[in-house]
């Protein structure tokens, strides 16, 4: 009898463990709902930190939207190699539409799609700009031939400036503080102030916005401003010109909203040998020793002169420890579990950090105001406008020089190099920049960014150069690939333009969702109807499964286009298949009598045939599909084969562990037809 019920219980999980496994799968389920509707979890937050004072972050996972969803702009150019060798037309496609590429992503659009074709004779290029409106401003950064660049060593970079620059500076700024005001003055006289920004703004990107900077505590830009307009009223103008070290701001406020506390706060600041940042040769015993003998010296009072005379901090004679308007976050956590907890006024005790010893005077707090601002901005002169700053100084030769850049070989040693030829023009120029910097270093760069820093070792006067490191061959072609594209340069023509709206994505999402909604609500009443409690357990690892597959494409992220919509639609009905397949079988093995556990087992297990070759089948047709199909069809195949792989999890683990719950429980017994018996 013993020997019988082991092999009854063999394989068989007890109720204990099957509870272990609901709660993980509620908790993964937690997790997976946040990231997908956050503004539940964000809601749960907010009530978290109004009853505890905590300041918990909400959660922030934006999905990625494609072109077709949220609009942008779509641009395709013709490429003229009539000048360049058959052999090297590939090679030199690839190196424009890798140059582009950088300077698409350096605007910061999300999920770009660059891609070279053939049509007959013609080789295209295809820009598409999700989110970006502007096409003229599109076309400006795309269009332009890409720049390669040779430049040398600025020896005068850290030169410091003379009396009469530090003048000259001064007597600049003050006329261009006059032009400000000038401009301020009409603002106040009911000018407005987006009319000013467009027209008179020294910074591109808020002038092509009339001015909205946004937010700027969300952003943690222009602290200047956010200081200036705390108290200001929605709405208004600020009541004078704010400058901060670069410049000068006329700025209204648009709106306001709650962002925190904030403290100000003054420290002295005494170092040891080891501290980060430090510059001190004390020990760690004569640091502490030190900072006890001044916490005795000071007083409410005189706290700020004796920073000036004993902290240790950069600029503390000047500026008495002052470390202005903080929030959380902005300094280390043992100093700021101590400023916030002081009272305004109060001095605290001794405390240490990575950086030393401190003792901190809480001068003052208050609670801290989001700006959303508009505000022409206006630049100050400064020593950069008079010394080069710049480590390297451009020269006149460039990428127009260069007639070859290929991959090559070194005889002796076999490593990939890549060797220059340039022009006549080139040759002599290169051939004067390599006699002036011998032993010294020469930098290419190629769309603003150095690509390689070969240091010259004789004249090369031919016209000839070879750039060698540590190459692997494919770094090395990609390399000459990059110059090649510079130094063509390759005209790109544009011949097709086109600004896509969001009207007809945002018209088919809600078409998508309804459809969405409906069949799911379709698919609920089905399963419950034919499947009962089983069926019950299938919508919630249903749900489970819509709320796991949305968290994944908003981590990895996953460009969501209709077609990617589509085939995250149809992987719902796979997962509600593989459970039909599941309970159908279910249905045939509890006519055997078997005790209802091992029934469930035995279904899964022959199920398991069926749901596995049918989902690896479509895997196969969704990795052909991405690979060898356009944009619009991969974003179908990728969320379908993305669907596929948790569609197997979520079946063969979710419905499993639930239901077998459901019947380690007295409800199996006293309502068997609720599980189909």
């Known amino acids: ?230 108290d200001v009223e929605p709405g208004a103008l600020a009541d004078h010109v704010i400058e901060d070290d670069a410049r000068y701001y006329i700025a209204e406020l648009l709106e306001k909203r709650d962002a925190g506390q904030e403290i100000r706060a003054s420290h002295i600041l005494v170092q040891w040998k080891e501290a980060a940042q430090s510059g001190s040769d004390a020990t760690k015993d004569e640091a502490f020793a030190k900072i006890q003998s001044i916490r005795d010296e000071i007083t409410s009072e005189n706290f700020d002169e004796k920073a000036k005379e004993y902290s240790e901090e950069p600029g503390a004679g000047q500026t008495g420890g002052d470390l202005g308007w903080f929030r959380r976050g902005d300094m280390v956590e043992s100093f700021e579990n101590v400023v916030f907890a002081l009272q305004a006024g109060e001095i605290s005790d001794i405390i240490e950090t990575d950086f030393g010893y401190h003792i901190i005077k809480k001068t003052d707090e208050r609670e801290l105001s989001d700006v959303h601002v508009r505000a022409a901005i206006f630049d100050k002169m400064d020593a950069s406008d008079i010394v080069n700053r710049e480590p390297w100084i451009r020269t006149e030769l460039t990428g127009k020089q260069l007639e070859r850049a290929v991959l090559d070989f070194d005889q002796q040693t076999g490593m990939p190099h890549v060797t220059l030829q340039f022009d006549g023009e080139g040759t002599d120029l290169f051939a004067a920049m390599t006699r002036e910097n011998i032993g010294k270093p020469i930098a290419i760069y190629l769309d603003g960014e150095p690509i390689s820093i070969p240091t010259v070792q004789q004249e090369i006067p031919s016209g000839q150069a070879i750039i060698s490191g540590s190459f692997t061959i494919d770094e090395a072609k990609l390399l000459a690939q990059r110059l090649q594209a510079g130094a063509l340069p390759v005209p790109i023509e544009i011949v097709a333009q086109q600004s896509v709206g969001p009207v007809l994505g945002a018209q088919s999402v809600a078409a998508s969702v309804e459809a969405g909604i409906l069949g799911f609500l379709l698919v609920i009443i089905f399963m419950i109807l034919f499947y009962r409690l089983p069926g019950l357990v299938s919508v919630f690892a249903l749900g489970f499964y819509g709320a796991l597959i949305f968290a994944i494409f908003k981590l990895v992220p996953v460009t969501l286009s209709l077609s990617g919509i589509a085939g995250f639609i149809l992987s719902l009905g796979i997962v509600v298949d593989a459970n039909v397949l599941i309970f159908e079988r279910l249905k045939e093995e509890l006519k055997t009598d078997k005790p ?81 018996k």
């Open 1 to 230: 009898m013993v020997s019988t019920m082991k092999k009854r219980l063999k394989g068989q999980v007890s109720r204990k463990t099957l509870i272990k496994r609901t709660v993980l799968i509620l908790f993964l389920f937690l997790i997976a709902g946040s990231i997908s509707y956050p503004q539940g979890a964000n809601w749960a937050i907010d009530q978290f930190n109004g009853i505890t004072n905590f300041e918990i972050r909400h959660v922030e996972y934006p999905i990625v939207l494609g072109l077709d969803l949220q609009g942008g702009t779509h641009l395709e150019y013709v490429a003229d190699l009539s000048d360049v060798a058959s052999e090297d037309q590939a090679d030199a496609m690839e190196g424009v539409r890798d140059v582009i590429e950088r300077r698409v992503n350096q605007m910061g659009v999300s999920e770009p799609l660059v891609q070279t074709s053939n049509a007959g004779d013609q080789h295209r290029l295809t820009v598409e700009l999700a989110g970006v409106r502007d096409i003229n401003e599109a076309i400006k950064m795309i269009g332009e031939t890409p720049i390669l660049e040779f430049r040398v060593e600025n020896t005068e970079a850290d030169r410091s400036l003379t009396d009469e620059e530090y003048a000259q500076i001064d007597r600049e700024n003050e006329k261009r503080r006059m032009n400000v005001q000038a401009a301020f003055d009409r603002v106040k006289d009911g000018e407005a102030l987006s009319g000013i920004a467009r027209a008179l703004s020294e910074d591109p990107v808020s002038r092509a916005k009339d001015g909205d900077l946004g937010w700027l505590v969300e952003t943690n830009a222009y602290p200047s401003l956010v200081e200036a307009l705390q």
């Open 596 to 676: 209802m556990m091992s029934s469930v087992d035995e279904a899964f297990k022959r199920a398991w045939t069926s749901i596995w070759d049918g989902n690896v089948t479509t895997l196969i047709v969704c990795f052909i599909l991405y690979t060898f199909t356009s944009s619009l069809i991969k974003g179908f195949a990728l969320t379908l084969g993305i669907g596929i792989v948790f569609s197997m999890f979520t079946a063969v683990v979710v419905t499993k562990t639930i239901l077998k719950l459901f019947i380690a429980t007295p409800l199996s017994r006293k309502v068997p037809w609720l599980f189909l």
